[in-house]
């Protein structure tokens, strides 16, 4: 995971740059047929399980708008066996996320979401303190799901201390 934040005090604005890579032992097609069930009712890509799942009122096709959770935007790119891009549909969010596939090898293909936006206001704030944290939780629990589709020893990534905490602080109350 790559991460770079920087806050430019003259404009008040922050650029980052978040990246998340995991290799696959399998072919490029067996990839494929996990992302193209994203945002479906049997998403094989994302940990529904533990997340919010992805929501896109037209499915996988640019236009379509939906979010996970409180973060909302639209697909502006989508390459069926390549990558899908999201378009941040939020005040202060400006910039996109994306879902990378490319093969390595015949029998290794790497998965890679990459968030490249620049934050401003409140946002910044909502970024470093809580969304940052909690995306990184989110998308390493994805690629878990992605790699455990093919493996007998089933990979956990650990949540850090911050994230237990903020997942339990934004509970939604039960009724």
């Known amino acids: 995971m790559d991460n770079s934040n920087q806050y430019d005090y003259s404009t008040k604005k922050m650029k980052v740059i978040n990246i ?19 945002a479906t009712d049997n998403d094989l890509m994302l940990a529904t399980d533990k997340w919010s799942p992805m929501k896109l ?3 996988l096709q640019v236009g379509s708008k939906g979010g996970h959770g409180p973060i909302t935007y639209f697909v502006t790119d989508y390459q069926p066996e390549k990558s899908i891009t999201f378009q941040f549909d939020l005040t202060g969010f ?9 093969e ?36 390493e629990d994805a690629f878990d799901k992605v790699e455990n589709q093919f493996t007998k020893d089933k990979k956990r990534s650990e949540w850090s201390w911050w994230v237990k905490t903020l997942r339990k602080v934004m509970k939604p109350k039960k009724k």
């Open 57 to 59: 009122d037209n499915g």
């Open 94 to 102: 400006n910039g996109y996320h994306r879902f990378d596939i490319n």
């Open 104 to 139: 390595l090898e015949p029998k290794k293909t790497e998965i890679s979401h990459i968030i490249d936006m620049t934050t401003t206001g409140l946002a910044t704030l909502k970024w470093m303190l809580a969304i940052r944290w909690l995306h990184n939780a989110y998308i």
């Open 20 to 38: 998340h890579k995991r290799e696959i032992q399998q072919p490029k097609t067996e990839l494929v047929k996990l992302f193209n069930t994203l």
